[in-house]
T-cell receptor, first 118, second 111 residues
Framework: GAVVSQHPSRVICKSGTSVKIECRSLDFQATTMFWYRQFPKQSLMLMAT?????????EQGVEKDKFLINHASLTLSTLTVTSAHPEDSSFYIC??????????????FGNGTRLTVT | KQEVTQIPAALSVPEGENLVLNCSFT??????LQWFRQDPGKGLTSLLL?????REQTSGRLNASLDKSSGRSTLYIAASQPGDSATYLC??????????FGKGTKLTVNP
């Protein structure tokens, strides 16, 4: 069964509005979750590392005030795209480490969220 | 900065054929190399994870090899089936637990 649940799978919103994406770890507690973004025909790019109970760590070039991450519990991380613009249209996907250290076991990915900003 | 390249970008083969997907990376200081499968509009499914100390991993019809010194990994798929059609991604994992992905190889297996 699914290890990571991500919702919604698709969302269409108007420019200027905010969209929240949820990522839930179903089988285990996750102190760390990762948020990726994938533009068409491009690689998945890490946006930020979500840390339970503390601030997220953002990758270079990712605006922390635009992409708000909240990891308030060991099973839930949320990504909010604030004041969305058409260039934010992309495939957003979260992942969870399968063990305390992700080096020895693969990450588990959600099914992703297709965001379209009109 | 780690860069991961996958060749070819797309591949179309007849059913039953054996095939090899290639992945190269610029920084050999990795903890592991992972292969994933991505179906259209879907998330990623982990296929194989090769630790930096390992040379290969096998799962069913899949075999992945790793040559860290040359910065290369290959994914071998035996007796391909139409259900194998998907995009295959490789990713290296370094000290920060971050995964650096290639752009993927889109595989089409024709019945």
């Amino acid at each position: 069964g699914a290890v990571v649940s991500q919702h919604p799978s698709r969302v269409i919103c108007k420019s200027g509005t905010s969209v929240k994406i949820e990522c839930r770890s179903l089988d285990f507690q996750a102190t760390t979750m990762f948020w990726y973004r994938q533009f068409p025909k491009q690689s998945l790019m890490l946006m930020a590392t979500s840390n339970e109970g503390s601030k997220a760590t953002y990758e270079q070039g990712v605006e922390k005030d635009k992409f708000l991450i909240n990891h308030a519990s060991l099973t839930l991380s949320t990504l909010t795209v604030t004041s969305a613009h058409p260039e934010d249209s992309s495939f957003y996907i979260c992942s969870v480490a399968g063990s305390p250290s992700s080096y020895n076991s693969p990450l588990h990915f959600g099914n992703g969220t297709r965001l379209t900003v009109t | 900065k780690q860069e991961v390249t996958q060749i070819p970008a797309a591949l179309s083969v007849p059913e039953g054929e054996n095939l090899v997907l290639n992945c190269s990376f610029t920084d050999s200081a990795i903890y592991n190399l992972q292969w994933f499968r991505q179906d259209p509009g879907k998330g990623l499914t982990s296929l194989l994870l090769i630790q930096s100390s390992q040379r290969e991993q096998t799962s069913g019809r899949l075999n992945a090899s790793l040559d860290k010194s040359s910065g290369r990994s290959t994914l071998y798929i035996a007796a391909s089936q139409p259900g194998d059609s998907a995009t295959y991604l490789c990713a290296s994992q370094g000290g920060s637990e971050k995964l650096v992905f290639g752009k993927g190889t889109k595989l089409t297996v024709n019945p």
